[in-house]
């Protein structure tokens, strides 16, 4: 097999996230385990990583690498659930949470449905036990539906007129596959690459409500992890690190009394440090080598109390 997924910012999001080399660690979005090997390298025997994933692919890496290295647990569930942690291991402090957010390179290249370049089946669900696909969303959402999806996920101008098409050309026949939907696109918004992207990007975005649950597993990070632990995430389009910085921004500010207030009534502390006051992004050699490590950003906060 090709290289599952090249890790992104490694290590530099390792440097950043491990503060106790005997610590529990959770690495949220497992993948090829990338990052987990490279915590692992870094913890002494007692030290503890609990991996999230929702692919079938990642529990089978996983399965093999906690095989061989007891350190490891991993669990086949949405990080959104992550708050679940404080009753599934009662008592344990959590030393550092590391989101790497997005799709796989595998995922990309070989799981259906997720890329304008193949044609195939439209799916885009991380985690097939979900009940809806991008097959449901391109046939059965109303036209304003769609229109709002291309236009908040996609940041697509055109969103109205695409929405249209979409629902007027699924009148004669519905839409099965990754070319037709491409074919739409291309009609009506230009057959450019970063179009395809915005607009594949938008549907996965849905099909997986990948900013619902980001906001979730954030919240419980944030939540659960010991004082001096941080939360290190890495997030590969301006949606998410407009949610990263904002929750962290809002986690380290001690007021937050409309702006208009001449006295401070609101009684917020700051519970976090913000690490990097400007995200961290891959160098050109990384770049060079990992095309897919071009529009990363990574942040960190810290716990302060
Ligand atoms: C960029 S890859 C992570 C790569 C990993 N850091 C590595 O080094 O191999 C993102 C992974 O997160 C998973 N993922 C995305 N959203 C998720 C979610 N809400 N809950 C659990 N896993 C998720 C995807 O299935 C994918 O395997």
Redesign the pocket.
Same mark, same amino acid.
């Given at each position: 097999m090709a290289v599952? &997924?090249e890790?992104?910012l490694l290590k530099e999001s390792i440097d950043f996230l491990i503060t106790d080399s005997k610590g529990t660690y959770i690495?949220? @979005?497992?993948?090829?385990?990338? &990052? @987990?090997r490279e915590i692992l390298s870094r913890l002494a025997p007692e030290g503890r990583v609990i991996a999230?994933?929702?692919?079938d692919n990642?529990r089978q890496i996983a399965g093999e690498l906690s095989g061989s290295d007891n350190r490891v647990a991993f669990l086949q569930?949405?990080?959104?659930s992550i708050i679940s942690l404080k009753q599934e291991y009662p008592g344990r402090r959590f030393n550092g949470f590391l989101f790497?957010?997005?799709?796989?390179s595998y995922?990309i290249d070989n799981e259906e449905g997720f890329s304008y370049r193949r044609d195939e089946r439209l799916d885009m669900r991380?985690d097939r036990r979900l009940d809806v696909s991008a097959h449901e969303v391109v046939n059965s959402y109303d036209t304003a539906t769609l229109a709002d999806v291309f236009f908040r996920y996609g940041e697509e101008p055109r969103a109205r007129v695409l929405a249209r098409a979409i629902t007027k050309a699924r009148e004669k026949e519905s839409i099965e596959t990754t070319g037709q939907l491409a074919g739409i696109v291309s009609r009506v918004c230009g057959r450019s690459a970063k179009t395809l992207s915005r607009i594949f990007q938008a549907v996965r975005i849905e099909v997986?409500k990948?900013l619902e649950?980001l906001a979730d597993?954030l919240s419980a990070a944030v939540d659960l992890v010991e004082q001096g632990g941080r939360v290190v995430v890495i997030s590969y389009h301006s949606l998410e690190d407009r949610i990263v910085k904002e929750k962290f921004r809002y986690e380290a500010a001690t007021c937050v009394c409309p702006p208009e207030s001449i006295i401070c009534t609101c009684g917020k502390i700051a519970t976090m440090k913000i690490l990097t006051r400007k995200p961290i992004v891959p160098g050109e050699a990384e770049i060079e080598n990992n095309r897919r490590a071009r529009s990363a950003k990574l942040r960190v906060a810290e716990k302060i109390v």
């Open positions: 599952y &997924h890790p992104v690495d949220a @979005t497992f993948g090829g385990g990338g &990052h @987990t999230f994933d929702v692919d990642s569930k949405n990080f959104s790497d957010l997005g799709v796989s995922q991380l997986n990948e649950v597993g």
